[in-house]
């Protein structure tokens, strides 16, 4: 059974950073991780997936925002930087068996573990 916890949330002024870490258990073989977000009155929107050979970043992410795991696959990060009040929400880590499809990064339905969520909340 796979199992996702989520730290690193809080509260940081627009242009600051944060670091997510989610701890992983229970994936063996590849799995398809991913960190999605979901603000007040929002849909839940994709943020970033990958895997062993890719990753895939939401446009509203890329060039501020890094993921990595690492090699034991226990741990999944998420860098942020230049954070904007936007950016504000509670931030989910994700996993699905097998190798990302791109079109995933849309479709949190296709995700079947979860994460319980950390709220980033950046200020203006």
Known sequence: QVHLA?????S??????????????G????????????????KREGI?????????????AEGRFSAARNDAKTTLTL?????????SAVYYCAAKRGYCMTWWLRDDFEFTSWGR????TVAS
């Open 12 to 25: 940081v002024q627009a242009g600051g950073s944060l670091r997510l870490s989610c701890a992983i258990s």
């Open 27 to 42: 994936t063996e073989y590849e799995w398809c991780m991913a960190w999605f977000r979901q603000a007040p009155g929002k």
């Open 6 to 10: 989520e730290s690193g949330g809080g």
């Open 79 to 87: 860098q942020m930087n230049s954070l904007k009040p936007e950016d």
């Open 117 to 120: 969520g950390t709220q980033v």
């Open 48 to 60: 970033v997936i990958l895997d062993s050979d890719n990753q895939k970043y939401a446009q509203a």
